[in-house]
């Protein structure tokens, strides 16, 4: 195991609701990074937290926000809810930006969010 | 962006068999590359890198080939196992900057393994 955890593991949830996931990264690392991995598609990058400020976003609209907690736990928060975000997020976390130098990103395994 | 597709290719081998699997990437400027391995219920897990410096690089069982005169990057798996089974992407960077860690994964290869 990564080291990485998610919560909850599944979710089902209504079109317009708001939906919030959750990510505790592995001890040690500062930077987190999530994805949205629709059925059948490669993970998709929505934004990254870096020492609690965003760090880059992927094409997602605002109502896609995040934030990040001073122990490096992260959230997700989606705002009136389609079907289309329907999906699995993940959330990844590294060692921190390091000028030119790639940490490795440990991915956990995701919440299975369902949009009806 | 990048383009997906709603049906991954397949890939389906012998035990014992050596695999191959490709990638196209697509932005020239990536100078980092990874594989991962997506098991089912599960996330994306590190398999092997390499920056656009080198042409090869090995692991064990595992040989990345990266040829950025036609951005083609390939993941080869040496006397494949049936827990080698599982979704295969390959992931592009581009290092430094506010690029940094955000990575446009590729479309996936479904490897099955026969026994």
């Known amino acids: 195991e990564t080291g990485v955890t998610q919560s909850p593991t599944h979710l089902i949830k209504t079109r317009g609701q708001q939906v919030t996931l959750r990510c505790s990264s592995q001890s040690g690392h500062n930077t987190v990074s999530w994805y949205q991995q629709a059925l059948g598609q490669g993970p998709q990058f929505i934004f990254q937290?870096?020492?609690?400020?965003?760090?880059g976003r992927g094409n997602f609209p605002p109502r896609f926000s995040g934030l990040q907690f001073p122990n490096y736990s992260s959230e997700l928060n989606v705002n009136a809810l389609e079907l289309d975000d329907s999906a699995l997020y993940l959330c990844?976390?590294?060692?921190?930006?390091?000028?030119?130098?790639?940490?490795?990103?440990?991915f956990g395994p995701g919440t299975r969010l369902t949009v009806l | 962006g990048e383009s997906v597709g709603l049906h991954l290719p397949t890939l389906s081998v012998q035990e014992g068999d050596n695999s191959i699997i490709n990638c196209a990437y697509s932005n020239s400027a990536s100078d980092y590359f990874i594989w991962y391995k997506q098991e089912s219920g599960k996330g994306p897990q590190f398999i092997i890198d390499?920056?656009?410096?080198?042409d090869k690089r090995q692991g064990q069982r595992v040989t990345v080939l990266l040829n950025k005169t036609v951005k083609h990057l390939s993941l080869q798996i040496a006397a494949t196992q049936p827990g080698d089974s599982a979704v295969y992407f390959c992931a592009e960077n581009r290092e430094g900057g506010t690029s940094y860690g955000k990575l446009t994964f590729g479309q996936g290869t479904i490897l099955t393994v026969h026994p």
């Open positions: 990844a976390s590294s060692s921190g930006l390091a000028g030119g130098s790639y940490n490795e990103q440990f």
């Open positions: 937290y870096y020492r609690e400020e965003e760090n």
């Open positions: 390499i920056r656009s410096n080198m």
